[in-house]
T-cell receptor
Framework: AQRVTQPEKLLSVFKGAPVELKCNYS??????LFWYVQYSRQRLQLLLR??SRESIKGFTADLNKGETSFHLKKPFAQEEDSAMYYC???????????????FGKGTKLSVKP | GAGVSQSPSNKVTEKGKDVELRCDPI?????LYWYRQRLGQGLEFLIY????????KSGLPSDRFSAERTGESVSTLTIQRTQQEDSAVYLC??????????FGQGTRLTVV
């Protein structure tokens, strides 16, 4: 069964410090992995996806199949990065359709001035 | 509208009553998801609809919970005989392709 684990419930760093939000997954196959973010009083929204290999708002995430990880990183945290971050995995396809979207429990990032 | 719309935004109900939550997905989106977000907790998967396929109901916590979707449009999540532990924000999301899911603003349910 597919599973997403975010071991840290809360991560607190100072502005300008590097940040890494951990995500490990369990999946039998080639996964599609995502990071979603929820800023205070805003809707949950996509931050980045592994297939795009992009950097959004200074964040990057690399899929490591050997370690089954998809950690989110930023070299210099900013106060506006404070938010709830969710790692997500798209499950198996069936009948040619997209699969289910499973989320981890989330990590609350707090960036202090 | 351009985004996923959920109604009501807030719902206060008495323990034991039934409630119905509504989700209007983005037009044309074939996939629709329901999640529950308890205070201070993460996203808990409830149910997933994909086109005309049988829904994935594996996340529904009890038989008091059910959901329907009419074709590729509106979905309703029904909670019967509500309990205080049902208090949470219920989130709906829809997606078209295999990339991005768009979320609604959620329905905050309070059972008193």
């Amino acid at each position: 069964a597919q599973r997403v684990t975010q071991p840290e419930k809360l991560l607190s760093v100072f502005k300008g410090a590097p940040v890494e939000l951990k995500c490990n997954y369990s999946y039998s196959g080639s996964p599609e992995l995502f990071w979603y973010v929820q800023y205070s009083r805003q809707r949950l929204q996509l931050l980045l996806r592994h297939i795009s290999r992009e950097s959004i708002k200074g964040f990057t995430a690399d899929l490591n199949k050997g370690e089954t990880s998809f950690h989110l990183k930023k070299p210099f945290a900013q106060e506006e990065d404070s938010a709830m971050y969710y790692c997500a995995l798209r499950g198996p396809y069936y009948g040619g359709s997209q699969g289910n979207l499973i989320f981890g429990k989330g990590t609350k990032l707090s960036v202090k001035p | 509208g351009a985004g996923v719309s959920q109604s009501p935004s807030n719902k206060v109900t008495e323990k034991g009553k039934d409630v119905e939550l509504r989700c209007d997905p983005i037009s044309g989106h074939t996939a629709l998801y329901w999640y529950r977000q308890r205070l201070g907790q993460g996203l808990e998967f409830l149910i997933y609809f994909q086109g005309n396929s049988a829904p994935d109901k594996s996340g529904l916590p009890s038989d008091r919970f059910s959901a329907e979707r009419t074709g590729e449009s509106v979905s309703t999540l029904t909670i019967q005989r509500t309990q205080q532990e049902d208090s949470a924000v219920y989130l709906c999301a829809s997606s078209l392709d295999s990339y991005e899911a768009f979320f609604g603003q959620g329905t905050r349910l309070t059972v008193v």
